[in-house]
């Protein structure tokens, strides 16, 4: 029997950020009806609320290092005031939307960074996602929207990078589906000409991407993308595409959208 | 067959905020073997955070005015800060604890309080329970954690009192289990003495909240919660107890303790 299909959307900040192009993006996931997870980013707000209560952003090589002011407003942003906006949007969509850290239900554990060059604080390194439960949830027709956030063992809230997040879910979720990864943000997929949005490189296979890498014709920012990208590709996820947001609509559609990521 | 039993606990803010006192109550709650939904309330956080943020906390006839701003506090604090780390706490023992606002999964429908003498802006009155749902995630192994929060069919996410939320769900509840709700702060039960922690009235009929109310012998704000617990047992809730945190541990060793509520 060929397995059923499902949908790992991740929507970034820029999105998030944007009311008019959230409520476009939720009025587009809402009509997919295939099986879906979202997980979603944080975007400025966190940055924002940082900046009212006078708590320092502490960067070490362009990343956020979480201590315990800065992941208790994480905790606040992504998993109360974002996830549960999105939530009950969704549910006003008519699409019964579940909002979720990796804590809830035990569904994705993780562990605190082990410090090595740099200490990133309250990060944690996936170790495991309960594909298991997530599909029990999914059986019961609930959507899990996920926070950016998951739990170790032993209690402790860690941030987690959004990316990483969609693309350990897609590959649990292969076990029994066809998983499709799509990374949703507001540039039409991973361009050849930074400054051109019409510049998108239609498929990237592994031997182009080192390349690319090689040239330094890539935004440095997508490198993570590209390595979360190929990791899925390469761990049983059938396709992962990254695209302007405005394109999930076509998603059922089968028309060709953004760069697909191919070994 | 008798009914399963169910227990729905809300813990207040002053618990919440006495990371000790939470510490015990939840290795507590998480040794409970039947089947249980924690509610939370709000507590002192959501208060110290409005004044980082240089939001002004307005309160008419002793109630809090949720306008915007406040919204996205609660918002953050109930729903992601307190209930996200009660959740990572209970997983660590061995609860299978699941974050939830009344947005998620649809489970707690409100509508916006509609004004009269107050506008108490951005505040939920409960429509509906969806308890086959509820039924539904328990059935699974779940244990249900509500922050005090819930949504209308629009998605407008609305600050609801806890009291009032555990009480509603106990309700629901009450059509499928054998329903006990429990009230769990920091004093031993309704004081006849509120100086003296240990002059918890042992029972309180109806007849009795009516005389000690006219009176005046009962704390002000003791009565909404009287008020709840007397509508739980009205509705068919069959065990409603006003009890001390630390007494939960007694609650599968049937001792006596609180105030029990009855008709």
Redesign the interface.
């Known amino acids: 029997m060929p397995k059923d299909s499902i949908y790992i959307i991740k929507i970034g900040g820029n999105i998030i950020d944007d009311p008019e192009a959230l409520d476009q993006f939720l009025a587009d996931f809402s009509k997919i009806k295939s099986n879906k997870i979202l997980v979603h980013g944080g975007g400025k707000l966190a940055t924002q609320?940082a900046e009212?209560?006078?708590v320092e952003t502490v960067m070490a090589e362009g990343r956020r290092i979480t201590d315990k002011p800065t992941l208790?407003i994480v905790?606040?942003?992504?998993?109360?005031?974002i996830?549960?906006?999105i939530?009950?949007?969704l549910?006003?969509?008519h699409t019964?939307?579940?909002?979720?850290?990796g804590?809830?239900?035990?569904v994705v554990i993780s562990e605190k960074r082990p410090v090595k060059s740099i200490d990133y604080g309250y990060v944690g390194d996936i170790k495991n996602v309960n594909e298991p439960t997530l599909n029990?949830l999914i059986s019961?027709g609930?959507v899990p929207i996920f926070a950016p956030?998951t739990?170790d063992?032993?209690?402790?809230?860690l941030n987690t990078n959004a990316d990483t997040m969609a693309q350990a879910i897609a590959v649990a979720m292969a076990a029994n589906f066809e998983s499709n990864l799509i990374y949703c943000f507001e540039k039409n997929g991973v361009l050849s000409d930074p400054e051109n949005n019409e510049s998108a490189i239609p498929n990237i296979n592994y031997g182009l991407f080192q390349s690319l890498k090689a040239e330094g014709a890539i935004n440095k920012g997508m490198i993570p993308k590209l390595d979360n990208a190929f990791q899925a590709v390469n761990d049983g996820v059938k396709n992962v595409i990254i695209c302007n947001a405005k394109d999930l609509k076509n998603l059922d559609e089968h028309i060709t959208f953004g760069t697909t990521i191919s070994n």
């Open positions: 609320l009212k209560m006078g208790d905790t606040m942003v992504y998993g109360g005031l996830n549960k906006n939530v009950a949007k549910q006003a969509l019964n939307a579940i909002g979720l850290t804590a809830d239900a035990g029990t019961i609930l956030l739990a063992k032993k209690g402790q809230i």
